[in-house]
């Protein structure tokens, strides 16, 4: 019974807070050339206009300790954009229950579930050289729990971890 306690618990906790990014690239791309960037002036980030301030924040502090400069007249612009998802699986933990008297067999199953209306946010991030008729060379998405209504430290927190996580793959590595 108490390894069937630690299998529960061990589910849950790696169940909740991951986060996945997929990162993509122009393979001819030279990374090196780029030193300075900015943000796209019409960007729809998906997000509340505070957490659009703090992932921009988040995202310039990040590239300032990478060597990136923002700048007026930048190199390549950044498009940040999100959007809410509807967790796509469903796992389930089952439980049965069976016994027999007299040579008859009987038995009862549950399934509890574990994810069972959770949503996820899914956060683009293109690099777009708009001297190269606003050619994409970097992407990252990621999918995360990050959650709009959690406290505003719990949601500064996310973001740092959630964009350190993307910037993992930038610049790729050969």
């Known amino acids: 019974m108490k390894a069937f306690k630690f299998i529960i618990l061990a589910l849950l906790f790696t169940s909740c807070g991951t986060t996945f990014v997929n990162y993509d690239y122009e393979t001819s791309t030279d990374f090196t050339q780029y030193k300075t960037y900015d943000y796209f002036d019409d960007m729809r980030t998906g997000l509340s206009k505070f957490d659009s301030i703090r992932i921009i924040s988040t995202i310039d502090t990040k590239l ?16 940040i954009q999100s959007r809410e998802l509807m967790n796509r699986n469903s796992p389930n933990v089952g439980v049965g229950v069976g016994g027999g008297r007299g040579g008859g067999f009987g038995g009862v199953s549950v399934g509890v579930p574990l994810n069972a ?9 293109d690099f777009v050289d708009k001297n190269q008729n606003e050619r994409l060379f970097w ?27 993307i910037f993992e793959g930038y610049p790729p590595k050969e």
Not at 117 to 125: G, P, Q, V
């Open 117 to 125: 209306n959770k949503y996820t946010r899914e956060i683009t991030i």
């Open 64 to 79: 300032s300790t990478m060597g990136l400069k923002r700048s007026d007249n930048p190199d390549f612009y950044i498009d």
């Open 139 to 165: 992407q990252a998405v990621s999918e995360s729990t990050y959650k709009g209504n959690a406290s505003v430290e719990k949601r500064e927190a996310t973001l740092a971890k959630l964009v350190d996580k």
